[in-house]
């Protein structure tokens, strides 16, 4: 059995670290599954991802996703889980900070793939 950490998570110290948009951190793993903060302003990519949902957590701003079948809007403190296989594009007109919780190998782009792709870097000491 491993010994369990005694140290608290702060999202908000986490989030201030963070300098760049659209580079998604892990701050911890829960099982196979991912806990990422990400700052992010502009436009993304059109995707999805055919074996998994996407649960955004909006923290700070204002988050658009964009549906092929209309969009969902979130301020803080708001959710919404895209459902595995939907195509999907966030999008903010002012910075906004989110956490994610997705499966460990989920890339960022999905099935888009390109220049934007990204993986999950740990995010401060300790982290796996």
């Known amino acids: 059995m ?3 950490a005694n140290n608290a998570i702060s999202i908000t110290d986490c989030l201030h670290r963070i300098t760049e948009h659209w580079a998604p951190k892990r ?3 829960v099982n196979d599954y ?3 903060v990400v700052k992010i302003l ?3 990519v059109w995707h999805a991802h055919p074996e998994t ?3 955004f957590l909006v923290v700070d701003g204002r988050l658009t996703i964009q549906l092929r079948d209309g969009d969902v809007t979130l301020g803080p403190g708001e959710l919404y889980v895209v459902p595995r296989g939907v195509e999907h594009c966030p999008i903010a007109d002012e910075e ?3 956490v994610l919780f997705e499966p460990t190998e989920t890339q960022n782009t999905g099935d888009a793939g390109g220049p934007r792709t990204r993986e999950a870097e740990p995010l401060g000491p300790g982290r796996r």
């Open 2 to 4: 491993t010994k369990a």
């Open 34 to 36: 991912d806990v990422r």
């Open 27 to 29: 701050i911890a793993t």
């Open 53 to 55: 949902d996407e649960l």
């Open 42 to 44: 502009g436009e993304f």
């Open 96 to 98: 906004t900070s989110m």
